[in-house]
T-cell receptor, first 115, second 109 residues
Framework: EPEVTQTPSHQVTQMGQEVILRCVPI?????FYWYRQILGQKVEFLVS????????KSEIFDDQFSVERPDGSNFTLKIRSTKLEDSAMYFC?????????????FGNGTRLTVT | RKEVEQDPGPFNVPEGATVAFNCTYS??????FFWYRQDCRKEPKLLMS???SGNEDGRFTAQLNRASQYISLLIRDSKLSDSATYLC??????????FGTGTRLKVLA
């Protein structure tokens, strides 16, 4: 079964450093997403991406965050200057079609620890 | 009112029991819903999609009540391996999926 793959599985960084989280969505999917989950809390939407541009973003997704699809397979999330409160599990996900028509498929996640 | 609301639990049930969770949503125009299962520190995994009145897959049944704006998940003959957090998700009309907080289930031997 096709999978969403994420690397690295765990990233430790110092406050103020830049991090890039990488994802390869399922190949025939057109919609890509980043979600995060702080330990013990709910899954929170960050951003969705379709047709090479951001479709929607949440209040969490401020100027410190950016996404890119640099080639035909990778989808990245960059955090420019990490804060302690950015520590969370970051999930990349993709869907074949819009949320009203198809489910979301998640990668295994990247656990980001900011020290 | 929160967009998607769930009772956080935990629901502690004996093995073999039937358990049901409800999830309420605020957007009356929403058309698609999903149940996901999440194990501790793992990614959510799709359990079931609900586009019309309901869906059934083995021991799992989901029902959508549009009039009262809730979706239920019924698990029959609970197994120890069913212990997890169950996430109710709304496929919104915009470009995002909206998650509930999840309901924790513990199946006891």
């Amino acid at each position: 079964e096709p999978e969403v793959t994420q690397t690295p599985s765990h990233q430790v960084t110092q406050m103020g450093q830049e991090v890039i989280l990488r994802c390869v969505p399922i190949s025939n999917h057109l919609y890509f997403y980043w979600y995060r989950q702080i330990l013990g809390q709910k899954v929170e939407f960050l951003v969705s991406f379709y047709n090479n541009e951001i479709s929607e973003k949440s209040e969490i997704f401020d100027d410190q965050f950016s996404v890119e699809r640099p080639d035909g397979s990778n989808f990245t999330l960059k955090i420019r200057s990490t804060k302690l409160e950015d520590s969370a599990m970051y999930f990349c996900a993709s869907s074949e079609s819009r949320p009203t028509h198809s489910p979301l498929h998640f990668g295994n996640g990247t656990r980001l620890t900011v020290t | 009112r929160k967009e998607v609301e769930q009772d956080p639990g935990p629901f502690n049930v004996p093995e073999g029991a039937t358990v049901a969770f409800n999830c309420t949503y605020s957007n009356s125009a929403s058309q698609s819903f999903f149940w996901y299962r999440q194990d501790c520190r793992k990614e959510p995994k799709l359990l079931m999609s609900v586009y019309s009145s309901g869906n059934e897959d083995g021991r799992f049944t989901a029902q959508l009540n549009r009039a009262s704006q809730y979706i239920s998940l019924l698990i029959r003959d609970s197994k120890l391996s069913d212990s997890a957090t169950y996430l109710c998700v709304e496929g919104s009309g915009t470009y995002k999926y909206i998650f509930g907080t999840g309901t924790r289930l513990k199946v006891l031997a």
